[in-house]
């Protein structure tokens, strides 16, 4: 989540907390239960594979109608 900067999901999240309800998951595994409470799901720059059970339910939530906004990063963030 991090600190405040220009270059932030911190800035984005504030910026749409403006306008929508935000929540920041920064631990709970993303699962059927826990997609079904959003209407969209925004994924910054992962510092992980997302494991295959978890995209499996992503891709479930998109196919029903659930939106998905992928931010990439600019730098060489794993190296």
């Keep these: 989540y991090g600190d405040f900067s220009t270059y932030s999901f911190t800035s984005l999240a504030e910026w749409l907390g403006h306008w929508y309800s935000v929540d920041v998951n920064t631990s709970r595994p993303y ?3 826990l997609l079904a409470g959003y209407d969209v799901l925004v994924i910054k720059t992962p510092e992980r594979a997302v494991p295959d059970e978890e995209a499996a339910a992503i891709d479930r939530f998109v196919h029903a109608g659930g939106g ?3 931010v990439g990063d600019h730098t060489n963030l794993l190296g």
Excluded: G, I, S, V
Aim: charged share 35%; glycine share 0%.
């Design 68 to 70: 998905l906004l992928l």
């Design 31 to 33: 699962d059927d239960a």
